[in-house]
């Protein structure tokens, strides 16, 4: 069975920083390319970032709107997905999922940032 399992969210001010992590099992993790998505308040579920797996250098896309703040990365012995968020905005508020591919579509059950002062 796969399972992603998110970890790392919280209420942050605007500037902060917040570290997330995702724990995956029930698949081989090191053939997958993996992203994060996230869901604003009301609002549909929106890619984020992906990185490809090792055999493609582990490569990084990311959406035009976190780029330079958002960094993705893997461990590919331990099987977990990392997003480390700076320099976060009011926008950056939802519940941020750890996913197999960049629609979400196979999710875990997320971890809310919230943004606030």
């Known amino acids: 069975e796969v399972q992603l399992v998110e970890s790392g969210g919280g209420l942050v001010q605007p500037g902060g920083s917040l570290s997330l992590s995702c724990a995956a099992s029930?698949?081989?993790?090191?053939?997958?390319?993996m992203s994060w998505v996230r869901q604003a308040p009301g609002k549909g579920l929106e890619w984020v970032a992906t990185?490809?797996?090792?055999?493609?250098?582990?490569?990084?896309m990311y959406r035009s709107s976190v780029k330079g703040r958002f960094t993705i990365s893997r461990d590919d012995d331990k099987n977990t997905l990392d997003l480390q968020l700076n320099n976060l905005g009011t926008n950056d508020t939802g519940i941020y999922y750890c996913?197999?591919?960049?629609?979400?579509?196979?999710r875990g059950q997320g971890t809310q940032v919230v943004v606030s002062s």
């Open positions: 996913a197999r591919d960049p629609k979400g579509r196979q």
């Open positions: 990185i490809n797996n090792p055999d493609v250098g582990r490569t990084t």
């Open positions: 029930g698949f081989d993790f090191r053939n997958y390319a």
